[in-house]
């Protein structure tokens, strides 16, 4: 049997509590290519059945609803599955079992609560925020897993006085920050009415970008690993332009411009090779 | 606002600072702008594949010292700029808001006099974090010679302070930057620490240099070997408290006949990273590493290297072995080895659960056994040769006169 379920909270515990005993059972979230003569159900959010198992599930593991949390932030097709399978373990051993790095249900739900948090731990540093005439920063950000709301605390708390708008273009939400409270909301699209020198601070930012580059130490792989493409789109400081206007040399470090020998101090005053 | 101009002149050899680390302050905001974030943050990087994480930049590039390696020579043709407390700080806050960086580090030539540039320095970020509120992080240059009052101070507001050995030795440091003694380096290195423990010891209230001190060194443009630079470097972390040694590769950017002409290999500076990490984090002392007048071999890593030497501790088994010898595997590092410890007390770990847990097994796998099996090179004279060619080689490069011995005699054609 497929339970669909809307990829709330809510209906993940509800679709959990009818699907536990069923050995076939597959929760999901997104859409599934059914199998000929294979059964599906609906499962709407049940507040009340949610209620219980919320409860029963925190006494077995006090910390498990931050994990769902994050499990069902993520972008993976089979998100609902891989925190089934988590969720139907604790059930079985009647413990935590977040440390049994052997069993093939935690290793995939730690593995998928990584890479969320990975990216959410990324945003906080390649976010890029404009400033709008009004004074208020406004960032758009595409992430693979639905984290603009888990960055809100982290930049409420060194941005305390400046309202904010962390506006994620491919779920069509936004974190806000108005200076008093933090919110979530829908938002299609946004109008930006840009403070009249952003655009000189951001021709800095990329001027200071450029020139704390070491051209003779070319390393784009590196860059890319840390810092992969899809994040680039927002970042006014145009990394993909850096990388294509590096000036043209061998592909290895050591053989750049720098390093090319040169008629040169300490070689110069010693004597010539001599040849046999 | 700064002019594009100024901001490149002063940029320009900030940039071989390598220090970037924002991580190790948890200052709180005050109802201004910013805080720190313990674990550090990078924000961007740039394509020689270094993070962007603080503003990195000098008050002045006009120096009075002629230290050979250096940009900012006295004696190098090059334009010279100042900028002003106040410039900094706009740039620093404005720079911040938009999330481009992390917070400053702020440097300086020596300008006019240590003192004056001292001075100045504490000035501007004294500036900062009382005008202009700003809470976030501060990485403040020392300079030498500066009055030892001065120099307290600062480390009321900054966040980290660096005096940069440079070079490894005082013979090299006599040789290539007279003007500095390691004297001059080290005994502000030393006061900072005393102040430190002493303002700890007491609980005062501010905050005292809370992500601690770091150094710099050059590796390359100097005869020293990595023996001697890690003897230094271990001394350095036990005596004087440093949170972290930088190494970074001589690039040459003035010509001098002092110095050698080419690039120092970046897999040398490699090599001195990982041998730091096993000095800091793994249980190494310098002395099983490699002897003083020695480098680190280019082939396989320090930890495969002294494995190599240590056949007689391995294979461990890993559901039995200690923390401290997991740490000693070459290829397992600290998370795996703590994957390693929770998860082995559920059950017996084998091969297929390592591999799931993503515990790397390339170059382990010779060194441990899972359940009794082993699955590594049975011959052990064939194990450094399969470790080393899963090393990338370093590609082709220009000899340089510190190489070797061999290398000096094929250059000068002397036997």
Known sequence: MIYFFDGSKEAFLTAFLLAYRDKDALLTAGSHQLALGQKSIFVPADPEKARRCETRFTELDKTCMRDLSLLLRSGEEMRGQIAFRYFRLIAERQRAVRNELAEDAVTEASECIRRVTLEAHRLKGFVRFMECASGALYAPISPDNDVSDLLLPHFRGRLPHIPFVLHDVRRAKAAVWDGTHSFSAPLEKAEVILAADETAWQSLWRQYYASVNIPSRKRIRQMKGYMPVRYWKFMPENPAAAVENLPPQPASPSESKDAAPRPHGSFRSLPEPRRP | ?415
């Open chain 2, 1 to 415: 606002m700064i002019s594009e101009t100024i901001l490149h002149i002063l940029t320009e050899s900030a940039k071989y600072d390598v220090s970037c680390s924002s991580s190790g302050s948890g200052r709180k905001n005050e109802g201004g702008i910013g805080n720190g974030m313990p674990d550090g943050c990078c924000h961007s990087f740039t394509p020689d594949g270094r993070c962007v994480s603080l503003l990195k930049i000098l008050l002045s590039n006009d120096c009075i010292f002629d230290c050979k390696y250096c940009m900012s020579r006295r004696s190098h043709d090059v334009p010279r700029a100042s900028a002003t407390p106040e410039e900094i700080c706009e740039l620093t806050v404005d720079f911040y808001k938009r999330n481009y960086i992390e917070g400053l580090f702020l440097s300086s030539a020596v300008h006019v006099s240590p003192d004056f540039t001292m001075e100045q320095l504490v000035r501007t970020v004294k500036l900062l974090r009382e005008r202009y509120n700003f809470h976030g992080y501060v990485h403040l240059k020392g300079i030498p010679k500066a009055d030892p009052l001065l120099v307290s101070e600062a480390a009321r507001y900054a966040d980290r302070m660096s005096y940069n050995m440079e070079l490894p030795s005082e013979k090299s440091l006599k040789l290539l930057a007279p003007q500095k003694s390691k004297e001059s380096l080290l005994l502000p290195m030393k006061q900072l620490q005393r102040e430190r423990t002493v303002f700890r010891a007491e609980k005062r209230k501010g905050f005292f240099l809370p992500a601690g001190q770091t150094t710099q060194m050059i590796v390359g443009a100097s005869p020293e070997r990595d023996g001697q630079i890690l003897r230094l470097t271990q001394s350095l972390y036990r005596v004087t408290g440093l949170k972290r040694v930088y190494y970074s590769s001589y690039t040459p950017v003035v010509e001098d006949a002092l110095l050698p002409a080419v690039q120092s290999p970046a897999l040398r500076e490699h090599r001195l990273y990982q041998a730091d990490w096993l000095l800091r984090f793994y249980g190494f002392d310098v002395e099983e590493l490699v002897p003083e007048g020695e480098d680190l071999p280019l082939d396989v890593d320090p930890k495969c290297a002294w494995a190599l030497r240590n056949l007689q501790y391995f294979p461990v088994e890993v559901n039995r072995a200690p923390l401290e010898m997991l740490l000693r595997v070459p290829g397992i590092g600290g998370k795996s080895a703590q994957k390693i410890l929770s998860a082995r007390r559920y059950t017996s770990l084998t091969f297929e659960h390592l591999k799931k847990m993503r515990v790397v097994l390339k170059r382990a796998r010779h060194f441990i056994t899972a359940g009794g099996k082993f699955l590594g090179e049975k011959n052990l004279l064939a194990v450094r040769g399969l470790l080393a060619a899963d090393e990338t080689p370093e590609p082709p490069r220009q000899l340089s006169l510190f190489d070797t011995p061999a290398a000096r005699s094929a250059l000068t054609g002397e036997l």
